[in-house]
């Protein structure tokens, strides 16, 4: 396979093995091909899927340690980011994508299939049902321009069984937590960390919440 150069500096700086940059380039030719019947994104050249949708959900692993055996649920996966590229660069990671829209997951699964992914599931309902309906065990809810994180704090509300994992939301520099409005009532120990970083030059923020 005759590649660009921008895939070999991609896999020295991603840290992956041949078979892992393999995957990467069918996933970005995935995107490319469905994307003309599928609105799944508006970034199509191959850098900058390598830079705004690769690195970027590849960012988590620069201040979470992602080589335990841990269950990721991506919240609102679409084209499967953060979620996908975080199980092809941790393979032994359990992963959930919860999305509702049927060409998406139709999407989705063909990834899956034509990367020869294990242990990863769709979850076909929305996010308060998944919530409401499932008896699961998840360390780490993620979520890359999906629900609003007001929402997504519904997973720590009493009586959730999700209440006890980790919420990582991909930001804009400038967020705010007085974005979630000053009416929402947060419980009293949910802590929250911030972690700032760069990809493609555009800072960007990961912000993590959890219960004390």
Known sequence: MNLEPIWGKFKATAQLSTTQLDQFVKYAELL??????????????????????????????????????LTLTDVGAGAGFPAIPIKIKYPHLRIILIEVNSKKIDFLQAVIDELGLEDIEIYDQDWRTFLRKTDD??????????LKPLELLRVFKVGCIYRKAKLIYWAAQH????????????????????????????????ICWTLN
């Open 32 to 69: 490319q091909d469905w994307n003309n019947r599928v609105n799944l994104t508006s970034i199509l050249e191959n850098q900058k899927i390598i830079d705004l949708h690769f690195l970027d959900s590849l960012s988590l692993a620069n201040f979470m340690d992602l080589t335990g055996k």
């Open 137 to 146: 065990h998840v360390d780490l809810f993620c979520a890359r321009a999906s």
């Open 175 to 206: 967020w705010d937590e007085c974005e979630l409005g000053k009416a929402h009532k947060l419980p009293d120990n949910l802590a929250r960390t911030e972690w700032t970083y760069l990809v493609s030059d555009k800072t960007r923020k990961l």
